[in-house]
């Protein structure tokens, strides 16, 4: 059975940093691509970051570009997205989940999401 926990989110002033942890079981991260998306209240889930299941690649939404950064320890068969300079509109609840679509910026190309953690952007 895969699972997926993410771990990390919280409060955090304009500008702060905070670092998002996914671990996964039941399921090798270097073998599937891992996505984090998010979904503010009353939109819809977006995409935010993913890690090719290669480990070379990585692709972003314009929005958190030179901000997030998503990386993965294999050793750890954990997916990590570290976002800097937060905003206010980067406040909701975040998700990580796999997929082996490599149409990964499609919420439906992943089977398996993890329960999701808030981040509180304060202005």
């Known amino acids: 059975q895969v699972q997926l926990v993410e771990s990390g989110g919280g409060l955090v002033q304009t500008g702060g940093s905070l670092r998002l942890s996914c671990a996964a079981s039941?399921?090798?991260?270097?073998?599937?691509?891992m996505g984090w998306f998010r979904q503010a209240p009353g939109k819809e889930r977006e995409f935010v970051a993913v890690i090719t299941r290669s480990g070379l690649s990585t692709y972003y939404t314009d929005s958190v570009t030179g901000r997030f950064t998503i990386f993965r320890d294999n050793a750890k068969n954990t997916v990590y997205l570290q976002m800097n300079s937060l905003k206010p509109e980067d406040t909701a609840v975040y998700y990580c989940?796999?997929?082996?679509?490599?149409?990964?910026?499609?919420?439906?190309?992943?089977?398996?999401w993890g329960q999701g953690t808030q981040v509180t952007v304060s202005s």
């Open positions: 039941g399921r090798t991260v270097s073998s599937y691509h």
């Open positions: 989940a796999s997929s082996y679509d490599n149409n990964f910026r499609a919420v439906l190309s992943y089977d398996s």
